[in-house]
């Protein structure tokens, strides 16, 4: 089993920044690949930013160049720092990871992000 623990929402203003980050714990050594998706109301889950064990970063299009996700692989944590922000960047952000042999989805029970004048 994975847990995992979000922390860094907010209410920011456009143009803003912040910074999330997740903390893994359980079974940390059979993470995949660690990552950030957010959800609206009426919409599904999609994906923001991702990190493999690699290193290897993957962002959807509407963050490339505002967002940039890192990670501590020693220490199975996640941050996402959040740049220019938009009002349509306003959702609830939960962590993900993927670990196991027999990969296997965790998440975390998101956080608040919204921005607003």
């Known amino acids: 089993q994975v847990r995992l623990a979000e922390s860094g929402g907010g209410l920011v203003q456009p143009g803003g920044s912040l910074r999330l980050s997740c903390a893994a714990s359980?079974?940390?050594?059979?993470?995949?690949?660690m990552g950030w998706y957010r959800q609206t109301p009426g919409k599904q889950r999609e994906l923001v930013a991702e990190i493999t064990g690699g290193g290897m970063t993957n962002y959807a299009d509407s963050v490339k160049g505002r967002f940039a996700i890192s990670g501590v692989n020693a220490k199975n944590t996640v941050w996402l720092q959040m740049n220019s922000l938009k009002p349509e960047d306003t959702a609830v952000y939960y962590c993900h990871a993927v670990a196991g042999i027999v990969p296997r989805d965790y998440w975390g029970q998101g956080t608040q992000v919204t921005v607003s004048s």
């Open positions: 359980g079974s940390i050594l059979g993470i995949n690949a």
